[in-house]
């Protein structure tokens, strides 16, 4: 340590730096003192720049001072994860400031100390690096350096070091030549698949996936699929939930073999059955939320019947938790069902969901049933999807409403008018008033949809009083985003349906005695002038009323926003009509005795030709 004191003092007397953000010289000599700061941030920053003062002090000095003084040789290992892991991912990539891939061992040696150590950030970081490095390394260091390092590790008597193991051993096994240093791997990782601690067993199960990628023989895997098996039995639930999880990459991986069908039929399947009865929640629970990536990986697919056997059984789970991940794959488990007779086998399931007592189910249900309509037939979405949507908008949960309303556009499109107004606009048009303002928001969100399903005059008569009506909303959120929606409608409707139709509505709202809601209209009137739908006719001959009377409005706020929608209009209105119509106004706006109706009012006219 007194030795690399001195480094510092040397380098320090030198020259040789970095820049700093201000532009000075941020000597090397002070990242190396500030690598034992006593403010962790610090020392953090200072340690995101070791490759520049392993760049300044050479390979050998690198070597032989540096990754000691970071190490236990230098006074210990620091005591904060943050710096632990930041010096692990700088390893990863410092190869070449130590000299090449013949003094790997330089930093191998330390990395397997952080394996070791308890925080899994760490260990991941440690074995990301050590993978990174041992990648550059030809087969003969590979041999010499990283093969006794794994079986080290992987007989250590720390679960930590043992765990970290398990992600070594499968990209040994690609690198490696020999038969028996196979054999001999896979016998380590079938003693970490059977050794006590779970943290090594939940490290074996996460790694399966690489190990099966990298062992290609039937005959190899033969001997590592039942340690998958055995472990998808293990007495503690956090091991059996790694393996549901992993399960699907699994299968993936052996879909590319000769044999794959036949292993995942032998293997896997097993596992998966066994999850649907498994005692702990957890486990079925994971089951649930994988049923769609198995059901596609392990062949599921073909067998409809077995789907909808697993399904029915997770669905009427006595844990509510599982029911709602089981609520949550209604729309994935139509769409395997697709063209089976099993889809009616599987709709009293999709009800019971949706009548379920537990709030958390219903509301999962709902964001999931309407995406039955792109697999159902139009009787049956008609017979059973209807009802399910109208009993789920007048659901007592506000959130069960909410999910099922965002997805109702969905459905539209697969239904007529006549359809959709006889089941669906009743229910939107009590949602429309709800005491819940995200519901509220929910229902305005839908309108685009909607509209392009009705046409103008049907959207006329049933809806478009309610929508203009939103603009006085008590809730602000509300009132900005129907403006929004008015422009869209204004853009799929055309500009003759907004002149007639939607302008003489919100126009009214000039006269309205609450300021907020003629500020609403101004905000539209804003919106509506960027739109590209809105020419400057309209502008011209509609927008300029309004605007001359609200510029004279006894309330600052609304004078303001006059001032703002008069800058939004003018690019689309030619010199003279600006000079004569429009810069009068912001002239009597320049004027007025408000400071912020000023300084819009002269940005504008900034803006005048």
């Known amino acids: 340590k007194l030795q690399f004191l001195y480094l510092i003092e040397r380098v320090g007397e030198g020259d040789c730096g970095i820049m700093s953000e201000d532009g000075g010289l941020f000597p090397v000599a002070v990242l190396i003192d500030e690598l034992k700061h006593q403010e962790m941030a610090v020392r953090v920053k200072a340690t995101k720049q070791l490759k520049v003062i392993a760049e300044t002090l050479g390979f050998k000095r690198t070597r032989d001072e540096l990754i000691p003084y970071l190490t236990e040789k230098g006074g210990g290992w620091d005591d904060d994860d943050e710096v632990l892991m930041q010096i692990a991912d700088q390893f990863g990539d410092f190869l070449d400031y130590v000299g090449g891939a013949d003094f790997a061992e330089v930093l191998l040696y330390p990395l397997e100390q952080l394996v070791s150590m308890e925080e899994p950030g760490v260990r991941d970081k440690a074995v990301k690096a050590i993978?990174?490095?041992?990648?550059?390394?030809?087969?003969?260091k590979l041999e010499k350096e990283f093969t006794p390092m794994v079986f080290r590790m992987a007989n250590h008597e720390w679960a930590a070091c043992k765990a970290g193991s398990a992600a070594l051993i499968p990209n040994l096994y690609a690198r490696l030549r020999s038969y028996e240093q196979k054999e001999q791997l896979i016998g380590l990782y079938k003693g970490l698949c059977e050794v006590e601690e779970p943290m090594v067993k939940r490290a074996a199960a996460q790694y399966m996936s690489t190990m099966v990628k990298h062992s290609k023989d039937v005959a190899v895997l033969n001997k590592i699929l039942p340690l998958f098996r055995e472990l998808a039995g293990d007495k503690q639930d956090g091991v059996r939930l790694l393996v549901v999880e992993k399960s699907s990459e699994v299968a993936n991986e052996l879909l590319s073999t000769t044999r794959g069908m036949e292993l995942i039929q032998t293997y896997l399947l097993p596992v998966v059955r066994e999850a649907a009865q498994d005692p702990s929640w957890r486990v079925r629970y994971m089951l649930c939320n994988q049923l769609h990536p198995l059901a596609e990986s392990t062949g599921l697919v073909k067998q409809p019947a077995e789907i909808t056997k697993l399904f029915c059984e997770l669905s009427e789970d006595r844990e509510a938790e599982v029911r709602t991940a089981a609520a949550h794959q209604i729309?994935?488990?139509?769409?395997?069902?697709?063209?089976?007779?099993?889809?009616?086998?599987?709709?009293?399931?999709?009800?019971?969901?949706c009548s379920d007592p537990n709030n958390h189910v219903r509301a999962a249900a709902a964001a999931n049933i309407v995406g039955l309509s792109k697999v159902l037939s139009r009787a049956e979405i008609l017979d059973v999807l209807l009802p399910l949507i109208q009993k789920l908008l007048q659901d007592a949960s506000s959130e069960v409403r909410l999910n099922v309303i965002g997805e109702l556009g969905k459905v539209s499109d697969s239904l007529g008018f006549k359809e959709l107004s006889r089941h669906i606009l009743p229910a939107v048009t009590n949602l429309a008033a709800d005491h819940k303002w995200r519901v509220r928001e929910g229902v305005v969100n839908v309108m685009p949809s909607l509209a392009k399903l009705m046409g103008p005059e049907a959207f006329d008569q049933e809806l478009s009083k309610i929508v203009v009506g939103w603009l006085t909303d008590q809730v602000c959120e509300i009132r900005t985003l129907v403006a929004k929606v008015l422009c869209e409608l204004w853009t799929i409707f055309g500009e003759q349906w907004a002149r007639t139709s939607l302008l003489t509505k919100v126009f009214v709202l000039a006269k309205k005695d609450n300021y907020m809601h003629r500020v609403a209209l101004l905000h539209f009137l804003y919106l509506a002038a960027q739109n590209k739908a809105c020419s400057g006719e309209v502008i011209k001959s509609t927008f300029l009323t309004i605007f001359a009377t609200m510029a004279r409005d006894k309330v600052p706020n609304v004078r303001f926003n006059v001032a703002k929608s008069i800058e939004a209009s003018l690019p689309k209105l030619d010199a003279n009509t600006i000079a004569t119509s429009w810069r009068p106004l912001l002239d009597l706006l320049e004027n007025d005795p408000d400071l912020d109706v000023k300084h819009f009012a002269r940005k504008a006219l900034v803006n005048c030709p």
């Open 131 to 140: 993978l990174s490095i041992v990648a550059q390394l030809p087969d003969k």
């Open 331 to 353: 729309s994935n488990i139509g769409t395997l069902l697709a063209g089976s007779h099993e889809v009616r086998s599987v709709t009293p399931h999709f009800q019971d969901l």
